[in-house]
């Protein structure tokens, strides 16, 4: 059974950083892509960022320069650095564990940027 779950969200000022973290356990974590999606109040979940079980990074076009998306094999973890926070990046984040057809979420942790 596929579980993930997400830690490291909270309160923080514009401006501040936050590092989020996923655990996985139940799957071959270093053959899954993983990604970091949000979903703020009243809008469609989106893609933030995205690695490939190779290592390959990508991320949306809000975040880019600003978050810094990586992965630990080892550890069953991947992680997401996020800087310069703005109210904007305010949501629930989720991890997502994703190989060919199948897709696993986990509960999410919200993230609110306020001052």
């Known amino acids: 059974q596929v579980q993930l779950v997400e830690s490291g969200g909270g309160l923080v000022q514009p401006g501040g950083s936050l590092r989020l973290s996923c655990v996985a356990s139940g799957i071959i974590f270093s053959i899954y892509h993983m990604g970091w999606y949000r979903q703020a109040p009243g809008k469609q979940r989106e893609l933030v960022a995205r690695i490939t079980s190779g290592g390959t990074a990508n991320y949306a076009d809000s975040v880019k320069g600003r978050s810094t998306i990586s992965r630990d094999d080892a550890k069953n973890t991947v992680y997401m650095q996020m800087d310069s926070l703005r109210p904007e990046d305010t949501a629930v984040y989720y991890c997502?564990?994703?190989?060919?057809?199948?897709?696993?979420w986990g509960q999410g942790t919200q993230v609110t940027v306020s001052s």
């Open positions: 997502n564990a994703a190989i060919g057809a199948l897709s696993s």
